[in-house]
């Protein structure tokens, strides 16, 4: 009996190895990528594995893991002998991603429209109202949160996955320049505003409107981060 026993533990233990390590990969990829986008990890910054983990309280492997991930998502470089860094942000950069929202949160906005029921209006009213709040006490780091809330909302509205994960990565390569966008102070009323006309047109299931209004929205974007730059 007792060595019936132990064949059978032995599998279970070898099938929950994988679930643990595929967890805490995800933990340190998440807790990375924040960093990096609330610039905690500066552009240009280069990176060590063993002080990552440190940190993280979480082991090599994950970590390395997590950095693969990020090298793909184009939030972390590779420089050959020399280790890895944060991916500097340029112009030229900032500008390709900008046209790339263009294109493709313009066609989320349609859908969003088409596809919205009463349950997701009411999450995006509700996150246009927090971010109303966090502008008026110029809460940078809570408007970031909700800008980046209110956009997943928007992508997962279209009930599109692949253009969901597409987004996702251009919102994340963006988000770091929030900081630089809201260094202007009639920025934070801005995007309230522009968010609403969003909004506004996905409640009345306007494409056109809704189309309109996220273009608005990402061209003052640009606009003002030129400026700032």
């Given at each position: 009996?007792?060595?019936?026993?132990?064949?059978?533990?032995?599998?279970?233990?070898?099938?929950?190895?994988?679930?643990?390590?595929?967890?805490?990969?995800?933990?340190?990829?998440?807790?990375?990528?924040?960093?990096?986008?609330?610039?905690?990890?500066?552009?240009?910054?280069?990176?060590?594995?063993?002080?990552?983990?440190?940190?993280?309280?979480?082991?090599?492997?994950?970590?390395h893991?997590?950095?693969d991930?990020?090298?793909?998502?184009?939030?972390?470089?590779?420089?050959?002998?020399?280790?890895?860094?944060v991916?500097?942000?340029?112009l030229?950069?900032?500008?390709?991603?900008?046209?790339?929202?263009l294109?493709?949160?313009?066609y989320?906005a349609?859908?969003a429209?088409?596809?919205?029921?009463?349950?997701?209006?009411?999450?995006?009213?509700?996150?246009l109202?927090?971010?109303w709040?966090a502008?008026?006490?110029?809460?940078?780091?809570?408007?970031?949160?909700?800008?980046?809330?209110?956009?997943?909302?928007?992508?997962?509205?279209?009930?599109?996955?692949?253009?969901?994960?597409?987004?996702?990565?251009?919102?994340?390569?963006?988000?770091r320049?929030?900081?630089?966008?809201?260094?202007a102070?009639?920025?934070?009323?801005?995007?309230?505003?522009?968010?609403?006309a969003?909004?506004e047109?996905?409640r009345?299931?306007?494409?056109?409107?809704?189309?309109?209004?996220?273009?608005?929205?990402?061209?003052?974007?640009r606009?003002?981060?030129?400026l700032?730059?």
């Amino acid at each position: 009996m007792t060595e019936t026993t132990d064949k059978s533990e032995a599998p279970k233990r070898r099938a929950k190895a994988p679930a643990v390590t595929g967890s805490l990969r995800e933990v340190a990829y998440d807790a990375i990528k924040q960093k990096i986008i609330s610039c905690e990890l500066r552009p240009g910054e280069v990176l060590n594995e063993a002080a990552l983990s440190a940190a993280l309280d979480i082991g090599r492997t994950p970590v390395h893991q997590a950095i693969d991930r990020l090298v793909t998502d184009g939030l972390i470089d590779v420089m050959p002998r020399k280790g890895i860094m944060v991916k500097p942000v340029t112009l030229d950069e900032i500008l390709n991603i900008i046209e790339a929202r263009l294109v493709n949160e313009s066609y989320c906005a349609r859908r969003a429209a088409a596809h919205a029921d009463a349950s997701d209006v009411a999450r995006l009213l509700a996150n246009l109202e927090a971010t109303w709040v966090a502008a008026k006490e110029r809460a940078i780091d809570k408007m970031m949160l909700l800008d980046r809330q209110f956009h997943g909302y928007l992508s997962g509205i279209s009930r599109n996955d692949i253009l969901v994960d597409i987004l996702g990565n251009l919102h994340d390569r963006s988000a770091r320049l929030w900081f630089i966008s809201l260094r202007a102070n009639e920025q934070h009323v801005r995007v309230c505003e522009q968010h609403a006309a969003i909004v506004e047109g996905i409640r009345q299931y306007d494409p056109d409107a809704a189309e309109k209004a996220i273009r608005k929205h990402i061209e003052a974007f640009r606009e003002n981060l030129t400026l700032q730059l």
